[in-house]
């Protein structure tokens, strides 16, 4: 009641406060279709890629002088268009953002704006600052904040306790692999050492929810991983843009399921080599469980950082 966070458990409760919310949540997203994009079927409108841009070249001068969102990130359009065609529980991947998509995102937005708030007013205040960043917040070095950050999980992630229990299961190790994991799939520049400010925050707790949002979809049997059964079930959901990032063949799913299982089993992009013609020929003996390092690792690979800054900020 009246939280504005998303909780990600196994038990799904509504207060009317948040019923209200998604209503009126609802009727924005309504009238911001009908705005931009183009009617797919009788009174239901969608909106491509295209349409979303001149959303954003509309939206962002004013969104930058309100400090929402930061005009120089590179993208900033694509990038929003793909988490929500991909990473809400009503995502299709299928390249159009229709009103169940941008309905679910726009709580996800809400969620992601409290949770960022809450990260940053615990974390950078007890770090040296290193400038003022354009959401009016500061930058500080990037590891004081992961000192502060991830020493305190299950505070900063107390609406995942999937993700809190996993990273806690980790050992040292595997926690250090699972912040850069992070780091590369969050942060504006990947995981550098650039310092950190409100935008890449808000990148860890979005990545939060994105990573959730696959898990509390496909791990069907809620054992904490996937399995090459729950994964050819996500499938189609990153068919789209895999066959964008890999000039595939739309029309060949083989190869694509054997691209994408291959990317989320070994976790990295693969060759036409002897061992990707070996897992593609073997198709009847995968075995996977991936765990949600596994998607970490995935959402890693999908992302492209900027390149580094020539000095500083």
């Not at 209503?23 to 295209?50: C, I, Q």
């Amino acid at each position: 009641q009246g939280e504005r966070e998303v909780s990600f458990s196994a038990f799904q409760e509504y207060s009317k406060s948040y019923l209200s919310l998604v209503h009126a949540m609802n009727l924005v997203t309504d009238r911001f279709l009908k705005a931009y994009g183009s009617e797919v079927s009788a009174g239901r409108f969608a909106l491509d890629e295209a349409q979303f841009e001149e959303f954003f070249d509309d939206f962002l001068p004013m969104a930058g002088e309100l400090k929402i969102l930061d005009p120089s990130i590179t993208d900033l359009a694509l990038k929003r268009f793909r988490d929500i065609d991909l990473f809400t529980l009503a995502s299709d991947g299928n390249g159009k953002i229709d009103e169940r998509e941008t309905t679910y995102f726009m709580t996800y937005a809400s969620s992601i704006g409290a949770g960022t708030e809450r990260s940053a007013a615990a974390t950078l205040p007890a770090c040296p600052e290193m400038g003022p960043d354009p959401f009016g917040t500061v930058f500080v070095d990037i590891g004081c904040f992961e000192s502060q950050y991830f020493s305190d999980v299950a505070r900063f992630w107390e609406p995942f306790p999937g993700l809190v229990g996993f990273y806690s299961s980790l050992d040292d190790n595997g926690k250090r692999a699972a912040q850069g994991q992070m780091a590369a799939g969050a942060r504006r520049y990947g995981n550098s050492n650039q310092p950190i400010g409100t935008y890449d925050i808000q990148g860890y707790v979005g990545l939060a929810h994105y990573i959730e949002s696959l898990m509390f979809r496909y791990d069907r049997n809620r054992n904490g991983s996937l399995s090459v059964e729950e994964l050819l079930i996500a499938y189609p959901m990153f068919k789209r843009l895999l066959v964008q990032m890999g000039n595939l063949d739309p029309k060949n799913d083989s190869i694509a399921q054997a691209v994408f299982t291959y990317l989320v089993k070994y976790q990295k992009v693969p060759k036409v080599d002897a061992h990707f013609i070996w897992w593609y020929l073997t198709r009847p003996f995968w075995k996977i469980n991936a765990s949600r390092s596994a998607i970490l690792g995935l959402i890693s690979k999908l992302t492209v950082p900027e390149p580094l800054p020539d000095s500083g900020r």
